[in-house]
């Protein structure tokens, strides 16, 4: 059984645009992998917007040909509704949203009413 994680966007009018990612999404590797690889609007796009990935890689194209399915990107109204639900229809263990400056993340373990983001890069030097 994996750690999965919601890789999302945050778009301009407001919505988020998440991917499931099955494996890893842990702080430790995929806050670091996030931070280190798809640090830039285009980079965090090309991941939020793809769709399913079995795992991220340092190289999106290899993330996505590893890919066992083929679901689609699923779109939240806003933050506070990915913040919310962005396990409901997933079971994802950790979400992520990149603002247009930097990684965002919170675990889903949780109590849906006391979820808050916190920025990845301030909290790496913790992760194990």
């Known amino acids: 059984m994996g750690t999965s ?17 099955h494996y890893d999404g842990y702080l430790a590797y995929n806050g670091r992998m ?5 640090n830039s609007q285009y980079d965090a796009e090309m991941v939020a917007k793809g769709g399913y990935i079995s795992g991220l890689k ?17 779109i939240y ?28 993340y919170t675990d889903t373990y949780t109590n849906r009413k006391d979820r808050r983001f916190e920025e990845v890069e301030m909290n790496l030097e913790g992760a194990a």
């Open 34 to 38: 996030l931070v280190e690889n798809y």
């Open 5 to 21: 994680s919601m890789i999302g966007i945050l778009n301009k009018d407001g919505s988020v645009t998440a991917s499931y990612c």
């Open 77 to 104: 109204d806003s933050v506070d509704v990915f913040l919310r639900c962005g396990d409901r229809s997933t079971g994802a263990d950790y979400l992520y949203i990149f603002d247009g400056t930097a990684w965002f």
């Open 58 to 74: 340092e190289d999106y194209l290899e993330s996505r040909q590893e890919a066992v399915h083929n679901d689609p990107a699923m």
